[in-house]
């Protein structure tokens, strides 16, 4: 084939290939980059739930739906809610529709994603978010849902709430447990804009100094996996949180090593370490660090503030945090104090 049909034959290949949405091709960020923070749900709003990841089923959420309409909230169960594609709430294809109907309606004032698990990084590239930053509402949840938190600061500078989520509501309110009962509220504190303000226990470990700034953060392992891609987290004058579990210490100390070479430990405002459930060495195979270790070999050059066993990660005592919004650090040697900014 000669030069002149071989280029023909490629043309209409090329034009297909066009009008397809590439991975990773997520329109450049706004210009406009002030923080956009979606209005707080008042009685009667309606609070979507959605499956981006893991699979959850319709008697499981059942807590959530009935103790967020005793909040005055309606409740709209999505249609990936008891859909399931092996471990996950339906194939990526569904899972993305329910999440852009759920993006796109406008009775739906907050999504809850229903659980964690994987799958939200599989679909994220495929959704449209426009109408979301003309129109912004509160996406809730944490783990995998760090995908959705990360990318929605990075590319639109939009709100979002760090939280527990339906699978994590229990099953007879009566019942519960102090700590459940706190944190559980505090996603409705959040959502209708009251001042948040935590505390955590004070240790050795921690670094004392004030800090103010844009709180950003999540699942460690998550926000180190997106490093290099659209949704990569600019973390510069920001006061980061981050949490894992299930990780060895040694893949713990490298994910700090890769947040160190990349950058993102030497521009921050303050560093709040949250919950994380190690698993225990190999025998023989020991690491020789703690957590502690760990963190404060990667900071020791900068001078911002660090709070360890801050009330965040997979845990009973995981509170909601506002990302992307401003608050206050505070560590010192007696409390440990982070407050959000008010309306």
């Known amino acids: 084939m000669n030069r002149k049909h071989f280029l023909s034959a490629l043309l209409p290949a090329g034009l297909v290939l066009s009008s397809v949405k590439s991975w990773g091709s997520a329109p450049a960020p706004p210009k406009h980059r002030k923080i956009k923070t979606p209005p707080y749900l008042k009685e009667g709003d309606t609070i979507g739930i959605t499956c981006p990841a893991g699979y959850i089923s319709t008697e499981d959420i059942q807590p959530a739906i009935q103790l967020m309409e005793s909040w005055g909230f309606r409740v709209k169960p999505g249609k990936t809610i008891g859909l399931r594609n092996f471990s996950m709430g339906g194939t990526d294809e569904e899972r993305r529709l329910d999440f852009q109907q759920m993006i796109d309606d406008k009775e739906i004032s907050a999504i ?196 360890f066993d801050f009330p965040v990660g997979h845990q009973k005592n995981n509170f909601a945090l506002r990302c992307g919004v401003h608050h206050l650090l505070d560590v010192n040697a007696s409390t440990v104090t982070l407050t959000s900014a008010t309306r």
């Open 112 to 307: 809850m994603c229903a659980r964690g698990g994987y799958g939200s990084l599989c679909i994220v590239d495929q959704l449209d978010f426009s109408s979301l930053y003309n129109h912004p509402k509160w996406i809730i949840g944490f783990s995998d849902i760090t995908v959705l938190h990360c990318h929605l600061n990075q590319r639109y500078n939009i709100a979002s709430i760090h939280s527990k989520m339906c699978n994590s509501f229990p099953t007879d309110w009566t019942k519960a447990e102090p700590i459940q009962i706190e944190t559980i509220l505090s996603i409705k504190q959040a959502l209708t804009g009251e001042q948040m303000a935590y505390t955590a226990p004070t240790t050795v470990f921690n670094r004392a100094g004030k800090a103010e700034g844009i709180l950003v953060g999540g699942n460690l392992r998550t926000i180190e996996n997106l490093a290099g891609s659209v949704s990569d987290l600019n973390t510069r004058n920001k006061i980061l949180f981050v949490e894992d579990t299930g990780e060895y210490l040694y893949s713990i100390d490298r994910m700090f090593w890769n947040l160190k070479r990349n950058g993102k430990l030497s521009g921050l405002k303050g560093l709040l370490i949250g919950g994380f459930k190690i698993k225990p060495d190999d025998p023989g195979e020991e690491f020789g660090k703690t957590i502690y270790d760990i963190v404060l070999e990667k900071v020791k050059e900068y001078n911002y503030p660090v709070c």
